[in-house]
Nanobody, 121 residues
Framework: QVQLVESGGGLVQAGGSLRLSCAASGSIYSINAMGWYRQAPGKQRELVATTTSVGSPNYADSVRGRFTISRDHAKNTVYLQMNSLKPEDTAVYYC???????????????WGQGTQVTVSS
């Protein structure tokens, strides 16, 4: 079994910062890409940022320059530093990881339970 556990969400004023963390645990052979998605009320889940196993980041246009994704391979953890937060960043943020659970096995997608980020104006 594999688990992704997120932390770091909360309530912040516009212009503030938050740092999200997501730690993967369980039967892990290797982790390929890791990333963050978000879903606001009444909207579809959307990509926020992803990073590959070699550290190549990809950002949504709406967060580029404000958010930074990073990864600690030794801890199987991915972070999302969110600066200059805006009310439109309010959403539930979900961690995602592509994980192989055995040698030469297929990588499957795993999701965290989500953490709420609320930005007040």
């Amino acid at each position: 079994q594999v688990q992704l556990v997120e932390s770091g969400g909360g309530l912040v004023q516009a212009g503030g910062s938050l740092r999200l963390s997501c730690a993967a645990s369980g039967s892990i052979y290797s982790i390929n890409a890791m990333g963050w998605y978000r879903q606001a009320p009444g909207k579809q889940r959307e990509l926020v940022a992803t990073t590959t196993s070699v550290g190549s980041p990809n950002y949504a246009d709406s967060v580029r320059g404000r958010f930074t994704i990073s990864r600690d391979h030794a801890k199987n953890t991915v972070y999302l530093q969110m600066n200059s937060l805006k009310p439109e960043d309010t959403a539930v943020y979900y961690c995602n990881a592509e994980i192989q659970t055995r040698w030469r096995g297929l990588a499957n997608d795993y999701w965290g339970q989500g953490t709420q980020v609320t930005v007040s104006s």
